[in-house]
Nanobody, 123 residues
Framework: QVQLVESGGGLVHAGDSLRLSCAAS????????MGWFRQAPGKEREYVAA????????FYADSVKCRFTIARDNAKNTVYLLKDSLKPETTAVYYC????????????????WGQGTQVTVSS
């Protein structure tokens, strides 16, 4: 079983930068491919980004490419989602997800999910 705990959300101002963190436990972190999703108010949850077990490969939804950065630190068992120049439309609950197979994430399929962290961007 994998436990995921997101942090770093809150109320921020437009133009600020964001760094979300997701700490994983319960399984060797280097065996997990990781991803981030978000769900904006009134919308379905959508895929944002994913990163391979080693961190060498990253993938982004076309709608967010060049606006978010996913990164991981295997020594800290943590995956990050970073974004500069926040806008109000960035407001959403952000979820961390883990794929222990190392391949399902390529189809945007993940087995474990965090509880989410709320990010609210004020104008």
């Amino acid at each position: 079983q994998v436990q995921l705990v997101e942090s770093g959300g809150g109320l921020v101002h437009a133009g600020d930068s964001l760094r979300l963190s997701c700490a994983a436990s319960g399984r060797a972190f280097g065996s997990l491919a990781m991803g981030w999703f978000r769900q904006a108010p009134g919308k379905e949850r959508e895929y944002v980004a994913a990163i391979s077990r080693t961190g060498y490969s990253t993938f982004y939804a076309d709608s967010v490419k060049c606006r978010f950065t996913i990164a991981r630190d295997n020594a800290k068992n943590t995956v990050y989602l970073l974004k500069d120049s926040l806008k109000p439309e960035t407001t959403a609950v952000y979820y961390c997800a883990a794929d222990p197979t190392g391949s399902h994430y390529l189809r945007r399929s993940f087995d474990y999910w965090g509880q989410g962290t709320q990010v609210t961007v004020s104008s």
